[in-house]
């Protein structure tokens, strides 16, 4: 499975943006794919993921802020990001998962500055 994310960048305090993530290779049928993120010296973290029957899950700090959304159609998963904070600067790691298996994504930056 390759996983091709895009959607980063810089944006300002209170500003949006969305990432999206598209799934190929050998895909199941029953999966969940989402999106994790890491701040420097910190650890990766969960930020949201989405399963192939449409349960989300949400970290705290970002619930109310983003939505997870995905197209099974084509595999794709986005997370639109609305009234971003400082906090929320890290690189973003989209993820695949199927029983025991998951991949990762390249990860892309997003920073939140004034």
């Known amino acids: 499975v390759q996983l091709q994310a895009s959607g980063g960048g810089l944006v300002q305090p209170g500003g949006s943006l969305r990432l999206s993530c598209e799934a190929s290779?050998?895909?199941?049928?029953?999966?969940?794919m989402g999106w994790y993120r890491q701040a420097p010296g910190k650890q990766r973290e969960l930020v949201a993921l989405?399963?192939?029957?449409?349960?989300?899950t949400y970290a705290g700090s970002v619930s109310g802020r983003f939505t997870i959304s995905r197209d099974n159609a084509e595999n794709t998963v986005y997370l639109q990001m609305n009234n971003l904070k400082p906090e929320d600067t890290a690189v973003y790691y989209c993820?695949?998962?199927?029983?025991?298996?998951?991949?990762w994504g390249q990860g892309t930056q997003v920073t939140v500055s004034s």
């Open positions: 290779g050998s895909i199941f049928a029953i999966n969940a």
């Open positions: 989405i399963n192939s029957g449409g349960s989300k």
């Open positions: 993820y695949y998962g199927t029983g025991s298996v998951y991949y």
